[in-house]
């Protein structure tokens, strides 16, 4: 089974709120991704775990604030956000970062609108 | 610098014809793995197959093959016996040099569009 979940598929807020997107995988990935993609654009890396340590932060503004609380799951909480964050949000998992070319399995996505 | 190349924005195939998506690709490492995605409408990316600079022969998953040319630094997705449901983005990427990270570097895509 390489499934990833993510909850929820779609999400519209205002640029006061705070919300959080969840990502889950039950595959014993030590990895966990989370990525941006804008319309016909590549993913871009935002934050990388590795055995639930962040890991990588790609510059990311503090209003994303990436947090694993255990090896299964992955949130990403939002605050203050811009309408120009409203991107589908990508969650991933791999076996582990290093050592080996482990492909990353992805989530369906959150679909975020910023008003 | 590492550097994954899609020239073809757009791809037209008829159904059960086979078709090639091209990749190029840039590093210094040689040591790396190359990967393709395919993204439906839905969003979701899904892992097709992988490609590592030491495999001797080219990968192959189903109707997937991977033309892996190493001197032309190419790894071209070949696509047997087009399906309607192929229609999607495909996505080319590269592990990041070193691969302590795991992180990919994408290609800009190719959009195929299977036709009946």
């Known amino acids: 089974d390489t499934e990833v979940t993510q909850t929820p598929k779609h999400l519209v807020m205002g640029m006061t709120n705070k919300k959080s997107l969840k990502c889950e995988q039950h595959?014993?990935?030590?990895?966990m991704y989370w990525y941006k993609q804008k319309a016909k654009k590549p993913p871009e890396l935002m934050f990388v775990?590795?055995?639930?340590?962040?890991?990588i932060n790609e510059s990311v503004p503090s209003r994303f604030s990436p947090e694993c609380p255990n090896s299964s799951l992955l949130n990403l909480h939002l605050h203050a956000l811009q309408p120009e964050d409203s991107a589908l949000y990508l969650c991933?998992?791999?076996?582990?970062?290093?050592?080996?070319?482990?492909?990353?399995?992805f989530g369906p996505g959150t679909r975020l609108t910023v008003t | 610098a590492q550097k994954i190349t899609q020239t073809q924005p757009g791809m037209f195939v008829q159904e059960k014809e086979a078709v090639t998506l091209d990749c190029t690709y840039d590093?210094?490492?040689?040591?790396?793995?190359l990967f393709w995605y395919k993204q439906p409408s839905s969003g979701e990316m899904i892992f097709l197959i992988y490609?590592?600079?030491?495999?001797?022969q080219n990968a192959t998953e189903g109707r997937y093959s991977l033309n892996f040319q190493k001197a032309r630094k190419s790894a071209n997705l070949v696509i047997s016996a087009s399906q309607l449901g192929d229609s999607a983005m495909y996505f080319c990427?590269?592990?990041?040099?070193?691969?302590?990270?795991?992180?990919?570097?994408f290609g800009t895509g190719t959009l195929l569009a299977v036709q009946p």
């Open positions: 775990y590795s055995y639930e340590k962040l890991s």
């Open positions: 590093t210094s490492d040689p040591s790396y793995g």
């Open positions: 990427a590269m592990r990041e040099e070193g691969g302590a990270t795991n992180k990919l570097i």
């Open positions: 991933a998992s791999s076996r582990q970062l290093a050592g080996g070319s482990y492909e990353q399995y």
């Open positions: 490609q590592g600079s030491y495999d001797q």
């Open positions: 595959m014993g990935h030590r990895a």
